[in-house]
């Protein structure tokens, strides 16, 4: 299991798809929540998200991405007022290598995850972000995995 130090800078959840299954449709509209704490069920996802439930042992229960990454994005794509949250990622972490938890057991604030894949960016960062997103995403895009055990998880940065 890592034991490497993960801090929560952001909480996001959202209660519908505004990206995912919608392949050749408009983006959803679908409002995204940020919050203070969120409630991890072992084996559902975070409760009140899209996610929650999706479907036995779904492999992006809660997605992470790095708040380092955001920000040298849009350093290289020169886009500033943007939110970690248009990611659609559910924790910004701080201080993580992400791409070295596939595979891997993991525990942030007492809370235990087995990271599985990479979430793959795709096409709608182009419009979530800006021009040239997906492309500059391709592996850092994040981290889908799976809720082994029950807990919260709060900011704390």
């Known amino acids: 299991m890592s034991s490497s130090p993960i801090r929560v ?3 996001y959840t959202s209660r519908g798809h505004n990206f995912f299954g919608r392949h050749g449709q408009p983006a959803g509209s679908h409002a995204l929540a940020e919050h203070r704490e969120v409630r991890c069920v072992a084996g559902q996802g975070i409760e009140g998200d899209r996610f929650f439930n999706h479907k036995a042992d779904y492999l992006g229960q ?5 708040l380092e990454v955001f920000e040298e994005i849009c350093r290289e794509l020169r886009v500033t007022g943007k939110d ?3 990611t659609r ?3 910004i972490t701080a201080g993580a ?3 070295s938890l ?6 942030v604030q007492g809370v235990r995850f087995r990271g599985v ?4 960016p795709c096409y709608w960062m182009d419009q979530a972000l800006a021009s040239g997103a997906e492309a500059a995403l391709r592996n850092r895009g ?13 900011v704390d940065l």
């Open 142 to 154: 994040g981290l889908r995995a799976r809720i082994l055990t029950s807990g919260p998880l709060r």
């Open 84 to 86: 970690p949250g248009l």
């Open 9 to 11: 800078a952001r909480l």
């Open 102 to 107: 596939i595979g891997v057991e993991f525990m």
């Open 97 to 99: 290598d992400l791409n």
């Open 117 to 120: 894949e990479e979430c793959r």
């Open 62 to 66: 809660i997605t992470f991405f790095a």
């Open 89 to 91: 990622r559910n924790v």
